[in-house]
């Protein structure tokens, strides 16, 4: 089977998985360990059907996306973020390309702060003795399928960049 065939059912892949963790993120303020294993794992065969060279580029892609989640889980250690939003992030960035971390994670935080602003209107609508808990696995979800169609799917990025 071509190798482009089985990148593009990978990444598939990874836009169910991470719409699954929107959603589930959405219902219940949970993200599972297991659906966010699964988001890690299966980007070791996507870098291996892309082309990733094993040295240095597989390091590289890993070692940012550790440091992605070593400052989210900082985060977390503040209780300003769920463990399963931190674990989330670090296992979307294992597909985002390096030149992508950036852009993503602001189409992250935008994401982020429209939807804390969202849960702030409700919680002053509907009053509640419980805290906010912003369903930040959209937002992440949101700059995730964003890098993967920048990346990957758009096909007019080079159009005028000769």
């Known amino acids: 089977m071509d190798q482009k065939i089985i990148a593009l059912g990978l990444m598939g892949l990874l836009a169910l998985l991470m719409i699954a963790a929107a959603v589930s ?3 219940s303020r949970t993200i599972s360990n297991g659906l966010n294993a699964t ?3 299966f980007a070791i065969p996507f870098w291996i059907v892309s082309g ?3 040295w240095p580029d597989m390091p590289m892609q890993f070692g940012a ?3 992605v989640f ?4 900082g985060l977390f250690a503040l209780g300003a973020m769920g463990g399963g939003d931190v674990k989330m992030i670090g296992a979307v960035m294992l597909w985002i390309p390096l030149y992508l971390y950036f852009p993503m994670l602001t189409i992250m935080a935008i994401g982020g702060g429209i939807l804390s602003a969202v849960m ?5 609508i509907r009053p509640s003795d419980k ?8 937002a992440i979800a949101a700059g995730g399928l964003w890098a993967l169609h920048q990346h990957y799917l758009n096909q007019f990025q080079f159009i005028g960049s000769t």
């Not at 070593?70 to 889980?73: D, I, K, L, W």
């Not at 805290?131 to 959209?138: C, N, Q, T």
């Open 25 to 27: 993120d959405l219902r």
């Open 39 to 41: 988001i890690a794992l």
């Open 52 to 54: 990733m060279a094993f």
């Open 65 to 67: 996306a550790f440091a």
């Open 70 to 73: 070593a400052v989210f889980a």
């Open 120 to 124: 702030l209107i409700q919680s002053k």
């Open 131 to 138: 805290a906010i808990e912003v369903p930040y696995g959209l």
